[in-house]
């Protein structure tokens, strides 16, 4: 038997295993292959050398190979792109407009000659804006409105001067 007192023996493990070699070189070594001794440096900072390698699974290389990428547009495929995301930005920003600025409509149709179409954009944009108004949609541009008001009647010391007016009011 052994003795468990001896420094040198390790004594008895309830599992003993063996430990295979590893083909990594420990952290902070170079590993030499054919000759060539390779510096902690030039290994990946982020990488560690006992991660095992990532394998690609077989749906995705099959992929790669079945569904190629489309090659680069040309010159007219990258204008028709840009004429379609500009025609989408003006017809979003103009639903905005019409949702949340309503009141626009009827105060152009006012400014303008008056005449059978003046007539009919403002009858329509008096019934869009009415609509408007009972969805709420006109609650942040009147509020917005209302705090351009008490800016306009400050001075520059904070006060507030009720009487004085520098336009006439935009409604």
């Known amino acids: 038997m052994t003795d468990p007192s001896d420094p040198g023996d390790p004594g008895l493990r309830p599992f ?6 590893s083909p ?13 001794v390779e510096t902690p440096t030039d290994w990946n900072p982020q990488a560690d050398a006992h991660d095992p ?7 995705v290389t099959l992929g790669r190979f079945a569904f190629p990428p489309a090659p680069a547009p040309d010159d007219e495929g990258m204008a028709a792109r840009d004429r ?3 025609t989408r930005a003006i ?3 103009t639903v905005l407009m019409l949702v949340f600025n309503a009141v626009s409509i009827q105060n152009w149709s006012r400014q303008q000659p008056p005449g059978w179409v003046t007539s009919t954009v403002q ?3 008096d019934v869009w804006a009415a609509q408007v108004m009972q969805l709420g949609a006109d609650r942040p541009r009147q509020a917005f409105r209302d705090v ?9 010391q904070g006060r507030d001067q009720p009487g004085r007016r520098l336009a006439e009011p935009y409604r």
């Not at 990594?24 to 060539?36: D, E, I, K, T």
């Not at 390698?53 to 749906?59: F, T």
């Open 16 to 21: 003993p295993m063996a430990t295979p070699n």
């Open 24 to 36: 990594f070189p420990p952290l902070g070594q170079g590993m030499s292959l054919a000759g060539h």
């Open 53 to 59: 390698g990532i394998r690609e699974h077989a749906l």
């Open 84 to 86: 379609r995301w500009t």
């Open 91 to 93: 017809v979003f920003a």
């Open 123 to 125: 009858q329509l944009g």
């Open 148 to 156: 351009w008001s008490s800016f306009q009647h400050t001075d520059f």
